[in-house]
């Protein structure tokens, strides 16, 4: 059956004057399969939406492209219009002829537009239905760690009426719970999660016992340690201690100190909470126990609350800060002091202190971490904290969704931050779980049963770990949960027999985008988080750039496929260019950095035969940073454009 | 698992020289597992042609087909209407897939687009360490699970040799595990550190005939 074709051109209120409407209204028409062009001056207006609903009817169209601004900007209120028309959401294909040709070029662009209108027509052949379906929801909150974050978010979560479990691993809480919504549980170990978002079920060591919970969603609220540093390979030094040691001492005994040093940075940039302890302790031994107090630090952090005016006071009471560079070196001496030797930035030259006490303590992450971090999939950063360090899932989102991490288990951070993670977690939770149902896309993203291989590829790749092994009429097949999956691709582009499909970035529909080109184009592959944007901006402040350039959004930079690359070379472009996050900014991780590999790998195939692997490039860029966009398609063009 | 790679480009072109219909046949087993040619393998490959092929100005036609193993010669049958189409056929699976291939249709040229390596399994994603030779003799019973044949840069039957790096690597590739570390770690673990004072004797590689072949009983 042939597709049914529905065409809409926006001229933004006859502000589009470089494009000839007229002349792309003609050539639209005879375009194949599409029944009806219609021609407004401002779609995204309630009477304009209206006809276009009615249009669409009449024609009885299933389908529906159209031609207007950024999709950044009108695709939720374009979506919404259709279906009042009877057609699904999904059934939308939208050129950005105001962003992406009209503001970012100068002279006529009629072409471009035509150009631009016949991809998103061909791409609209392979849009599918996506329909949704309510998934309940285990409304049961499982809190790790009875530190004081712990304690504070399991009440937290348990007022906004939702079931907790606060599970520690010694046998006291940090406070007593009088809460009977929260269950306690001490003396308790995780032993395994499977599942995912909204149905966990959590196998938990108890004693001898071990029990088997379902939970709707995780959060880990474990504290972060203080430890001291033995400085002779296993051995402790006398002399050198731990600030816990120092308050024990300084309340049992009277003895007074000459020197005492407080030693921070010792391994790269220090903490927070060191600094904050370290501060404080030289504080009450200046006041109570010694006559000379030193600080050792590289760059003292004063971020925390409090912590500039602790720094001032001690600075004013006469505590002395020592900016050292390199290693700091602790010899141990016969009288039982210490000597600390390290190299003074301000007077560039060794100083060497005798000391009755050296206080030295850094904050480590909570020891289940490393475990537990791979364990679940979930990453650890790269000092060994929880959570990746990624803007898209700052302050308590994991990669996984229904995970989540909040205080100093995810990193460097004093009680006050610990304290608002313990709010934000509390708002994500009640959204995801207060309903007890989730309203979810089913199968944006599918594996075909009978072409997967099973090699599981797409499993290690998945990096949200939405991607299990079920077992299917006696054989084992890849298949995603929906719920947990957040549309990135990846597994699609990887999956060595092309049995994975998007509904909506499908395969199908990016090739058909590059075989509507003409040739001699740049085809830059957009990361709809990033460089999309970046594009759109590039237009909104009218900095030109080369009318070649045919923009394809893909919902990241690792979405693009070998294939894509080579088909758009096959299809006569010059040039090809794959934009997406910076490193450390992709919302699916490592979207990314696959597709630098990616891009590399083409490269190097193309040298390979005999072609300039400078036709293809990985650009990272931000969603603000239009004049990289623009500098890096002109210098694409510059290099091999024609 | 078969672990096979890809040919160099250049090598393949040169092979399908003089051929202006092809087919590229990927196999759907082993090496669409191992990333080497499987579908999307087969459309990297036939696309990489195509480009060629135009940027010399050359006519080429391709047809892209997978089978769901190659070395079954009723599974290569069913693309018997397909190769009669074509001048060559260039397999992306295994040695064996290749010769099935070329046994099934003894009049069209068969060409390897792969290099079959060795028998492995996946370390992580991407990376396919071996794990079998296929010596004929199997001794992983004495060995805690762990091939020395395969494993030890000098296929050592009585290990360790010697020269052993501290951490356990191998002196030949100090990136490598040394096989008799591991092996002793693995005895260790299962309390049966007697086996390594086992001598063996040199192995009886005469138990591979070549070519290999086995005759198992009805059953």
């Known amino acids: 059956m042939r597709e049914k074709i529905a065409l809409f051109l926006c001229d933004c209120h006859h502000s589009l004057k470089n494009i000839d409407f007229d002349a792309v209204r003609e050539k639209a028409e005879k375009l194949e399969d599409v029944v009806h062009v219609g021609l407004s001056s401002a779609l995204c207006l309630k009477e304009e939406l209206e006809e276009m609903a009615s249009a669409v009817r009449e024609k009885g169209a299933d389908r529906v492209v159209i031609a207007a601004c950024s999709p950044r900007l009108s695709e939720p209120i374009f979506r919404n219009a259709i279906q009042e028309a009877g057609l699904n959401p999904n059934m939308l294909s939208i050129a ?15 072409d471009k537009a035509i150009e631009m209108i016949r991809m998103a027509v061909s791409g609209s052949r392979s849009l599918k239905e996506i329909r949704r379906e309510e998934i309940d929801l285990t409304r049961e909150v499982l809190v790790v760690g009875g530190g004081r974050t712990g304690v504070r978010t399991a009440l937290e979560i348990s007022r906004l009426g939702l079931k907790t479990t606060l599970l520690e691993g010694t046998d006291h809480l940090h406070a007593e719970i009088n809460d009977e919504n929260v269950e306690v549980l001490t003396g308790a170990t995780l032993v395994k999660v499977e599942g995912n978002v909204g149905d966990f079920s959590v196998r938990i060591k108890k004693g001898e016992e071990e029990i088997l919970r379902r939970f709707g969603a995780i959060i880990f609220a474990e504290e972060s340690r203080m430890v001291g540093i033995p400085t002779s390979g296993s051995k402790r030094v006398s002399g050198v201690i731990s600030h816990d040691e120092l308050d024990e001492m300084i309340r049992s005994e009277t003895t007074r100190f000459e020197t005492v040093a407080f030693l921070l940075d010792l391994h790269g940039e220090g903490f927070r909470l060191s600094t904050l302890s ?3 302790g030289a504080l009450m031994v200046k006041e109570k126990r010694a006559s000379e107090v030193y600080v050792l630090c590289k760059n003292l952090k004063v971020d925390s609350q409090g912590a500039e005016a602790l720094y001032r006071e001690a600075r004013d009471r006469g505590v002395l800060f020592l900016k050292f560079d390199g290693k700091v070196k602790i010899e141990p001496l016969e009288d039982g002091r210490v000597k600390v030797k390290a190299k003074d930035v301000l007077l560039g030259d060794e100083v060497e202190l005798t000391c009755d006490l050296v206080v030295v303590e850094e904050v480590s992450p909570p020891p289940s971490a490393e475990e537990i971090g791979p364990k679940l999939r979930v990453g650890i950063d790269s000092q060994g904290f929880y959570q990746d360090e990624n803007v898209h899932l700052y302050p308590v989102l994991s990669r996984r969704k229904g995970i989540f991490f909040v205080g100093s288990c995810r990193g460097d951070l004093d009680p006050v931050r610990a304290s608002m993670d313990v709010s934000s977690v509390a708002i994500e939770v009640y959204e995801l779980l207060s309903r007890g149902k989730m309203s979810v896309e089913i199968e944006r993203v599918k594996v075909e049963p009978d072409k997967c291989r099973s090699c599981l590829t797409c499993i290690r790749f998945c990096p949200h770990s939405a991607i299990r092994l079920t077992r299917l009429e006696e054989r084992e ?27 909506r970035e499908s395969d199908d529909g990016i090739l058909a985008q590059i075989e509507a080109m003409e040739e001699g184009r740049i085809v830059v592959f957009c990361c709809a988080e990033s460089a999309y944007h970046a594009a759109d901006r590039a237009g909104m402040l009218k900095m030109a750039y080369p009318s070649q350039v045919r923009i394809i959004p893909v919902p990241c930079a690792g979405r693009v496929d070998t294939l894509h690359i080579l088909k758009a070379f096959e299809n006569g ?20 950095i696959r597709a630098r590999e990616r891009v590399r790998y083409v490269q190097n195939m193309l040298e390979e035969m005999g072609l300039d692997g400078k036709r293809v490039k990985m650009v990272g860029l931000g969603p603000d940073m239009a004049w990289k966009f623009v500098q890096e398609v002109s210098g694409m063009m510059k290099e091999v454009g024609k | 698992m078969i672990i096979a790679e890809r040919k160099p480009f250049q090598e393949i072109w040169e092979m399908i020289r003089g051929y202006e219909r092809i087919m590229v046949v990927g196999c759907g087993t082993c090496v669409t597992v191992c990333w080497a ?7 990297v490959l036939s696309s990489q042609l195509r480009l060629r092929a135009a940027e010399e100005g050359r006519k080429l036609n391709i047809i892209e087909s997978v089978i769901e193993r190659q070395c079954e010669k009723e599974m290569v049958e069913e693309i018997a209407d397909k190769v009669r189409e074509v001048d060559a056929v260039l397999s992306m699976g295994c040695g064996v897939g290749v010769q099935t291939i070329a046994e099934t249709f003894e009049e069209k040229p068969v060409f390897p687009a792969l290099n079959t390596t060795f028998m492995g399994m996946p370390e ?15 001794m992983l019973y004495w060995t805690g699970g762990i091939c020395p044949v395969v494993r030890c840069a000098k296929g050592l039957l009585n290990g360790p040799c010697g020269g052993t790096r501290r951490g356990g690597k191998c002196e030949i590739d100090p990136d490598k595990d040394c096989a008799w570390v591991l092996i002793y770690q693995r005895l260790e673990k299962q309390g049966r550190l007697d086996l390594m004072e086992r001598y063996y004797e040199p192995k009886n590689y005469r138990a591979v005939k070549r070519p290999g072949k086995i005759e198992a009983a009805i059953r």
Do not use: F
Request: aromatic share 4%; glycine share 12%; hydrophobic share 35%.
């Open chain 1, 278 to 280: 370290a501060l404080r």
């Open chain 1, 477 to 503: 097949v890849a298949q995603i949960y929906d719920p947990a999956c957040d549309e990135c691709g990846l597994c699609a582009t990887v999956c060595p027999a092309k049995a994975i499909a998007l509904s």
């Open chain 1, 573 to 592: 472009a010059t040039g090809v260019l794959v934009m997406g996050c910076p490193e450390g900014a992709c919302r699916h991780l490592e979207g990314n």
């Open chain 1, 96 to 110: 950005n002829i105001r962003e992406q040709c009209s503001w970012a070029h100068e002279g006529d662009v009629t």
């Open chain 2, 124 to 138: 992580r994603e991407g990376i396919w360490v071996e794990r079998c030779a296929a010596c004929g003799d199997c």
């Open chain 2, 37 to 43: 040619g499987g579908e999307k393998e087969v459309g």
